[in-house]
């Protein structure tokens, strides 16, 4: 018989790590009371595999650890928050954070592919980010080097994942914070988003993310600790993703187009501009501002005017048609199937869908149940 | 008469398929209860049908819920390789433990993986395909998919029993 108390013990300890409270994780168990919960971790009531199974869910943590067969992998991951959320949902957002970023690595491993590509900054002194001008300089060599053209929302997220290695992902972060990142020795650059964001604030809050992964290795985290030192370099990523999203040549030649056609720029004009370089209004009115378009005053009361926000949320609602997912997970997973490397089970996991979703999800790709024939390729 | 207990994929493609009730006429179903929690929707064309498994099913006696102790899941995790533990669901690996306690059932399965697992556990001669199950049950339906088939389980197999013999 396993040792009660020694799971006990371990289920405990599985729930703190994630910051849950007792009442919290007993609703999320599906117990009609938290004392259920108080006398599995008392040890005075036996424990079923089906429970084990939903308790390592919730806690992401694998069975083997609760059950005393595998050891408890106390790293944490030093993610960085733009606007960090209660300490409990941190917690439990970081270790699902962490745990996906395993099975990545794992994936990979398993798959034999060599390694994703590495990311690289250019980034290596904190003089090249000292002032507004430079972060500019950044945001243009990261553009041309990232080929991400002229509009470079639409191409950034894959630019990042297949030409940078970033895993993007994406996680109902609701209001309890927004975006976070890390570079990890060992799981790379991973960048996590707000799905529950609109498309347009996505798209921007991936670029102030990359900014964070740019200048990873300047700044330690106790520095980081440093208020004023934060704030600088929150200004900083922002300018950044400003500039990377919308470049001040093709804004200009934009809003002359619109000024050719109707002789001015209407509020409507503004919102369809912001639509096609996948940005807010606000970001687009100080973005003017800085490039000198439009003055101070007028960006300010473009980005605060309630009839602008109103037609921009009217306007861009079919943007926020379709739940954005990582693709390298996606695709790793795919590949896992494919070879039997997981089940099915844990592919509707890892790809966040239903399990009768699975066929359709992978007729969607194109992918077969197997490898299918091989191909010769000639010499070139 | 035979006892199987089936995978959450295979529940969910027979009912999408309209062939889950005829076959309860004809065998004993017994499921996991990670399984069971896992079958919440079918699909019939496009539409996706909510499903109340456990109050349609296991209330009404029609299936077996059987459940796996954690002593039963340690004894197989001791069992299956690293690389199979990683990437095996949870639904499957209930089952397993289900089927390695009780070794009069026979398990049908649609999954690479868990098929993969039995010959770890000694279990090869414990498992049989959708295909067949349906042939046996003399159940006819419409074109299967290809995990289905006898052919992906028998393939399936062979790989996990290679597996084995390499030490794996």
Not at chain 1, 74 to 101: F, G, S
Not at chain 2, 15 to 34: A, E, I, P, R, Y
Not at chain 2, 145 to 167: A, R, V, W
Request: aromatic share 8%; net charge neutral; with cysteine.
């Amino acid at each position: 018989m396993m040792e009660t108390h020694d799971l006990a013990l371990r289920l405990k300890k599985a729930r703190e790590s994630v910051g849950l409270t007792l009442k919290s994780a007993a609703d999320k168990m599906g117990f009609s009371n938290y004392q259920t919960l108080g006398s599995i971790e008392n040890g005075a009531r036996e424990v079923k595999a089906a429970e084990i199974i939903k308790f390592s869910k919730i806690y992401y943590c694998s069975i083997d650890v609760l059950i005393g067969t595998g050891d408890h992998n106390d790293e944490k991951p030093r993610l960085l928050w733009r606007r960090a959320p209660e300490e409990h949902v941190r917690k439990m957002i970081e270790k699902r954070v962490h745990k996906l970023a395993e099975q990545c690595v794992w994936l990979q491993e398993a798959l034999t592919i060599s390694s994703r590509r590495k990311f690289k900054t250019f980034v290596s002194d904190r003089e090249e980010i000292a002032t507004n001008f430079k972060v500019d300089d950044i945001a243009r060599q990261a553009r041309k080097s990232l080929d991400l053209g002229r509009r470079p929302s639409l191409s950034l997220k894959d630019a990042l994942e297949q030409q940078m290695g970033v895993v993007v992902i994406y996680d109902a972060l609701s209001d309890a914070g927004s975006a976070a990142s890390m570079v990890h020795p060992r799981y790379g650059a991973i960048v996590v988003i707000n799905s529950n964001e609109s498309p347009w604030r996505q798209n921007y809050d991936l670029a102030h993310e990359l900014f964070h992964l740019y200048t990873w290795e300047l700044f330690t985290q106790d520095e980081l600790q440093d208020p004023v030192l934060f704030h600088d370099i929150e200004r900083k990523a922002d300018r950044f993703a400003s500039t990377l999203l919308l470049p001040s040549e093709e804004i200009q030649s934009r809003v002359h187009q619109k000024l050719d056609e109707n002789k001015k720029l209407s509020k409507a004009d503004f919102v369809d501009i912001a639509r096609e370089f996948g940005v807010s209004t606000q970001a687009l009115a100080y973005r003017m501002k800085n490039a000198n378009l439009i003055s101070w005053e007028v960006a300010d009361r473009i980005a605060k005017n309630e009839e602008v926000l109103g037609l921009s949320k009217d306007r861009r609602w079919d943007e926020r048609e379709k739940a954005p997912k990582s693709e390298i997970l996606t695709d790793l997973a795919i590949r896992g199937l494919r070879k039997s490397i997981i089940s099915r089970g844990k592919f509707a996991e890892l790809c966040g869908i239903d399990r009768c979703d699975i066929d359709d999800f992978i007729n969607e790709k194109g992918i077969l149940y197997n490898d299918g024939e091989s191909f010769e390729i000639m010499d070139s | 008469m035979k006892l199987w207990i089936l995978d959450a994929d295979v529940i969910i493609d027979l009912l999408s398929l309209g062939v889950f009730d005829n076959l309860l006429k004809h065998c004993q179903l017994h499921l996991s209860t990670t399984v069971i929690e896992e079958v919440r929707f079918y699909k019939t064309g496009k539409a996706k049908i909510q499903i109340n498994f456990r109050t349609d099913y296991v209330n009404t006696r029609k299936v077996i819920e059987e459940s796996a102790t954690v002593d039963d899941l340690k004894e197989i995790t001791e069992l299956l390789p690293m690389a199979i533990k990683r990437g095996i669901g949870p639904g499957e690996l209930e089952s397993l433990a289900v089927l390695n306690k009780n070794r009069n059932l026979v398990f049908c399965s649609m999954d690479g993986l868990a098929i993969k697992s039995l010959p770890f556990l000694d279990l090869s001669q414990n498992g049989i395909s959708v295909e067949k199950l349906l042939q046996k049950s003399g159940i006819s339906t419409k074109i299967l998919k290809e995990p289905h088939m006898e052919q992906y389980f028998q393939t399936k197999l062979k790989d996990g029993q290679e597996l084995k013999i390499k030490g794996f």
